[in-house]
């Protein structure tokens, strides 16, 4: 329902008022294109053929001719407000239809055509019924086929389409994998590795790593929002963190750079959370980002370095933080997105809740205890069964020994 509409007025009020407002082209939903009218088309015509038909059946009198055509036009138009009505999700307009059924249609359009000597009864048999009668048979055929051919043409448009959007997707599958392939990177007595899987064949998560001179960065990230389009700034993403990181200098000064030039770039509310490590001189430090709090894998246990900033591109004067890290060898640091903990929990089946935070935790201890040191090993037991309902990403900073 358009939000312009406040819910509290009378039923009849929203009727017309949409109603007018869709008569001028105007209201939430744009014009119907090409695609729409054939779907409009073919509705009337097949089931004007009702009208059609229910004088055929007739054996007294008969409506003459404009009746006749009256009728099939009113049944059409009758069936065309349903599939408008269904087509844009507008179930309030239900009404509009409902109410014709209910002698309406008699009482407005029939009734005045009767007074005004515009139609009229004939009886059978007469030459005006005989009229009535073929003109009712060729109405019946040509309403079916004209119904074929708009339905036809409707189909062909959405069968073009779905071949678009399907060699669109399989272009953005070959770029995603290009964008975010299997991060492995050994260096400095440490090793990271990370994985990525989409909800949908391009996904909004970043899954990243890079040597700078003697550093070493680890970087996960997700645009909120899914498919195609959360893809696309993914991508850009990618771009201005390895651009910055470059450049050198203090991870929050990164972060905060990165941060500035995505409150410029990023609308309509799109946000992006952030995950980086970095490895320098043997020593670990992260920052956040609006991401979930990172894990620390060790030999008393697991921690969480919890998040203290906004995500990326809402506030530009946002001041980051970092936090050091010190691990012992055979020590992990682990980032990932939130598809991994908001997923249903089949550990638990009859209580339907997600897996969560403290549930992943868990898990990740257990895979670490289990010799489940890297990315591609743990993931199996992170990701849970049948397809991702959110991206999926996870990276292991692990220290060596």
């Known amino acids: 329902m358009p939000s312009s509409i406040p819910r509290t ?77 269904i087509a844009y999700r507008k ?14 249609a008699t009482r407005l359009i029939f009734v005045p055509a009767f007074r005004l000597h515009l139609i009229a009864n004939v009886p059978i048999p007469s030459p005006e019924a005989t009229a009535s009668r073929l003109v009712a048979v060729w109405g019946t055929i040509l309403g079916l086929a004209l ?66 001179g003697h550093d070493t960065y680890a970087v996960v990230a997700d645009v909120s929002g899914h498919g195609v389009g959360a893809g696309l700034v993914m991508a850009m993403v990618k771009g201005c963190v390895r651009a910055r990181l470059m450049q050198g200098g203090e991870l929050p000064a990164i972060v905060g750079d990165i941060n500035r030039v995505l409150c410029t770039q990023l609308t309509d509310g799109a946000f992006v959370t952030l995950a980086m490590a970095r490895v320098r001189g043997g020593e670990v430090e992260v920052a956040l980002a609006g991401h979930p709090p990172a894990l620390v894998v060790g030999k008393q246990g697991v921690r969480r370095i919890e998040n203290a900033n906004l995500p990326l591109g809402l506030v530009e004067g946002e001041v980051f933080v970092s936090t050091p890290v010190h691990l012992q060898p055979g020590e992990a640091l682990v980032l990932y997105t939130d598809g991994l903990y908001e997923r249903p929990d089949e550990r638990h089946p009859l209580e339907r809740r997600d897996v969560g935070l403290d549930g992943l935790t868990e898990l990740v201890q257990a895979g670490m205890a289990a010799g489940e040191q890297t990315a591609a090993t743990l993931m199996p037991r992170l990701r849970g069964q049948g397809a991702p309902v959110d991206d999926q990403t996870l990276l292991v900073l692990r220290r060596d020994g």
């Open 9 to 85: 007025q009378p039923l009849w009020k929203r009727v017309s008022r949409e109603a007018a407002r869709f008569a001028r082209g105007e209201g939430a939903l744009p014009p119907p294109g090409k695609g729409a009218w054939n779907l409009f088309l073919s509705t009337f015509f097949f089931f004007s053929t009702i009208g059609y038909i229910n004088v055929l059946w007739r054996t007294q009198t008969v409506t003459n001719v404009p009746g006749v055509l009256l009728a099939g036009a009113t049944a059409g138009t009758i069936a065309v407000g349903y599939a408008y009505a």
């Open 91 to 104: 179930w309030w307009f239900l009404v509009v239809p409902l109410a014709f059924h209910f002698d309406l």
């Open 147 to 212: 119904g074929q051919i708009f339905i036809m043409r409707f189909i062909a448009r959405i069968v073009r389409s779905a071949a678009l959007d399907r060699a669109e997707i399989a272009v953005a599958q070959r770029m995603h994998a290009s964008i975010v392939p299997g991060v492995r990177l050994e260096g400095e007595g440490f090793i990271v590795d990370g994985v990525s899987d989409t909800s949908t064949r391009m996904g909004g998560d970043l899954c990243d790593a890079l040597r700078v």
